[in-house]
């Protein structure tokens, strides 16, 4: 007898194996959309706990940066001898307070010694020299001047006898022979004193030049012996200013070289501060811009006084002259720390400075989220800096927090998740 199946109505029907292939298409159908809406962002689990977070706010940026200076003396000069030797005697330590003048170490040279000991020699024999020849050219001066007298009475013996020839002579009472040798005997004997006279002139000129050269000879030499007289004063180092001697790099016996640097003197009173900028500020770094720094509970303010061009280690040198007052107590080799202004206070969207920037360069940041369950990595832009914010140009809106911890241990992960 044939039995007749109930049809399965509602519910039953889901679970007939008529309805497998529907089941396995609704599977397949949820895994597509959960692979098409899932997020696939690479994503870290970090505990909440061990980060720094900040605010993102409006307020006002205060540009200036912090420089680590060092107190300098103002003006230093290097004692460096005029003159090499063997250093002698020693005056002063270092640390002495001098005065212009005061002596600092001697030193003895025999080489100069004999150098001085040969130009007195030769000033000697060149003044000797010199006295002998005025002594020949006043002889000499002397015979000139006497055969002049001479040749001057014979031209007017000769003349007598000429006019007295020439009268006996037109009275037809002595020979024309006579006569013409009376004539001669007096034309020669003018010739011969005209020729003395004009050599007696010569004579004159060339002692008058040779004298001149002799003594300006003379004068070079006592000039030069001057000069090493002097040389031998230069065996004293002396201080060129008032100051104090900050270095001293000499012992007993030693032998220094001439110009060679054997210490310094630093102008008391007078003093600088040098700091070394990061090449970063090269650009915005210009003489006249003002610092401030604390020292005890009093602020002192100083001045860009120079910017030295060249950069090593990526640092660059600038000095800073004091604006008022002097600190108390300040001694050289002291450090401060330098606010150092570089423009005027603006209104500006900030956030506190972080180890973040040393891994983005600030080109990105995470981003809490507004439940304060993770953190998304987000692209921003950053200005300047001073030590307490970072300028936001944008990328962040105000009252959004921002992740500024150290992204070292984070990756290239999208997303952070608070555990």
């Known amino acids: 007898m044939d039995i007749i199946k109930e049809k399965k109505r509602g519910v039953a029907l889901a679970f ?16 597509v959309v959960y692979l098409l809406l899932r997020d696939n962002a690479r994503t870290l689990s970090v505990d909440r706990d061990s980060l720094v977070t900040s605010e993102v706010v409006e ?3 205060n540009d200036y940066i912090r420089v680590r200076g060092q107190v300098q003396p103002r003006t230093t000069i290097q004692l460096s001898p005029l003159e090499g030797g063997v250093v002698d005697q020693i005056f002063v330590e270092e640390g002495a307070l001098l005065k212009k003048g005061d002596r600092i ?12 000991l040969n130009a007195e020699a030769d000033l000697a024999e060149k003044e000797n020299l010199l006295r002998n020849t005025m002594i020949q050219m006043e002889q000499q001066r002397l015979s000139v001047n006497q055969e002049k007298l001479q040749l001057k009475i014979d031209v007017e013996r000769y003349r007598r006898s000429y006019e007295s020839q020439k009268q006996l002579y037109t009275e037809q009472l002595i020979s024309r022979e006579d006569y013409l040798r009376a004539k001669e005997d007096y034309e020669l004997a003018k010739g011969k004193y005209e020729l003395v006279k004009e050599r007696s002139v010569q004579d004159s000129l060339y002692r008058s030049v040779q ?9 070079n030499m006592r000039l030069n ?22 270095l001293l790099d000499a012992v007993l016996g030693q032998s ?9 003197i630093n102008n008391f009173g007078e003093y600088k501060i040098e700091a070394q900028i ?9 003489t006249g811009l003002t610092a401030t720094f604390l020292r005890g509970d009093e602020i002192f303010s100083a001045t860009v006084r120079k910017v030295y061009p060249e950069v090593r280690d990526g640092k660059f040198k600038a000095d800073f002259k004091f604006s008022d007052t002097l600190p108390d107590n300040i001694r050289n080799g002291q450090n401060y720390d330098l606010n150092l202004q570089l423009g005027q206070p603006e209104k500006a969207l900030l956030i506190s400075r972080g180890a973040f920037y040393y891994t983005t360069g600030g080109k990105w940041i995470y981003v809490i989220s507004q439940d304060g369950e993770r953190a998304v ?9 001073n030590p307490q914010y970072y300028e936001v140009l944008g990328g962040l809106h105000p009252g959004e927090r921002v992740v500024i911890s150290s992204y070292d241990n984070f990756g290239d992960n999208e997303c952070l998740t608070f555990k």
């Not at 004298?211 to 004068?219: A, D, G, N, Y």
């Not at 012996?225 to 900050?246: C, F, Q, S």
């Not at 220094?256 to 310094?264: F, H, L, M, S, T």
Request: no cysteine.
């Open 59 to 61: 307020g006002e940026f």
């Open 278 to 286: 990061d090449e970063h500020y090269i650009d915005r770094i210009t």
């Open 256 to 264: 220094v070289a001439q110009g060679n640097k054997i210490g310094q």
């Open 16 to 31: 007939t194996y008529k309805a497998v292939p529907y089941w396995i298409g609704g599977v397949v159908l949820l895994m």
């Open 211 to 219: 004298i001149v050269q002799m003594e300006e000879s003379l004068k």
């Open 377 to 385: 990595r987000r692209e921003i832009e950053i200005g300047r800096q």
């Open 225 to 246: 012996m001057t000069i090493i007289r002097k040389r031998k004063e230069n065996l004293v180092v002396t201080a060129p200013i008032d100051g104090v001697l900050g």
């Open 105 to 116: 170490l001697q030193l003895s040279n025999e080489n100069l010694d004999l150098q001085i």
